[in-house]
């Protein structure tokens, strides 16, 4: 079920980048960066005392449909940046979670003065995506070990770091994690997500943190709903939580942002 699942998403993610390439080759994204401004810190703004907040705008998830409606990416970056959140996520996906690169570039110019950093959240396998994402504003981007072997997720970090890009990698188990630490990653997202149940339990970044080495930044994903989850996971050692639906289904989403921050 898992297989098929995620290969029905690649099957698809292929099929739009291979279509991308004809509407806008590589060598004309390339040409694009030398005029693009450097990206913001990543990792750099998830390093603090506490438990630094990812704060993810989706619009949709396959199992619970639209999150949120009217949606509009800006106006949510805005409000998790003025209430303390310390970089966000965009999903871009657009055939299963209905985002949309635009959101993205949209989200980095729309909070101005705010500055923080963007995430771009996607299944990303090709270096084509990696030199899009930087094109289109993204400072980060996500790599899920589950879709990808050791040697391409050497080759798309290598290819981050020369784009003055960093890479959230992604890891479901301790096979995963073995693998994102053998190829090198620096910041290791803990999915807490179960891909055969679909079910939550935060435990598992609990149990993976004591086998991350000293001086990787730790983030857990999925399932965090409450500022409880968020303190159980700072005893653990947590640097880092990415959040979406907890926020995004918030009567108030500044509030449920404070909440998670702890202020």
């Not at 291979?18 to 401004?37: D, G």
């Not at 995004?248 to 702890?262: F, S, Y």
Request: charged share 25%; glycine share 8%; net charge neutral.
């Amino acid at each position: 079920m898992v297989t098929t699942i995620l290969n029905q998403i690649v099957n698809k993610k292929t099929e739009r980048v291979m279509e991308q390439k004809l509407t806008m080759p590589l060598h004309v994204l390339e040409s694009r960066i030398p005029e693009l401004a450097s990206p913001r810190n990543f990792s750099g703004a998830l390093w603090g005392s506490g438990v630094r907040l990812i704060a993810e705008v989706k619009k949709t998830s396959p199992s619970k449909g639209l999150l949120r409606s009217p949606y509009d990416p800006v106006s949510l970056a805005c409000t998790y940046a003025e209430n303390g959140a310390g970089a966000i996520s965009v999903l871009t996906e657009s055939d299963h979670f209905h985002g949309s690169l635009d959101h993205l570039t949209d989200v980095k110019k729309g909070m101005g003065e705010l500055e923080l950093p963007v995430l771009r959240k996607d299944f990303i396998f090709d270096p084509y995506q990696v030199v899009e994402s930087r094109v289109a504003g993204a400072d980060a981007i996500l790599l899920i070990v589950g879709i990808l072997g050791v040697n391409q997720i050497k080759e798309l970090l290598g290819l981050c770091q020369s784009l003055w890009m960093q890479a959230l990698v992604e890891v479901h188990s301790e096979r995963e994690l073995d693998i994102a630490l053998n190829a090198g990653a620096d910041i290791i997202g803990i999915n807490n997500r179960n891909l055969s149940t679909f079910e939550t339990d935060i435990s598992l970044s609990q149990r993976l943190r004591h086998l991350i080495p000293a001086g990787k930044i730790v983030v857990a994903e999925s399932g965090i709903k409450s500022r409880e989850d968020v303190v159980q996971l700072k005893k653990a050692r947590i640097d880092a939580v990415l959040v979406g639906e907890a926020i995004m289904t918030a009567k108030d989403i500044g509030a449920k942002v404070r909440e998670l921050v702890g202020t």
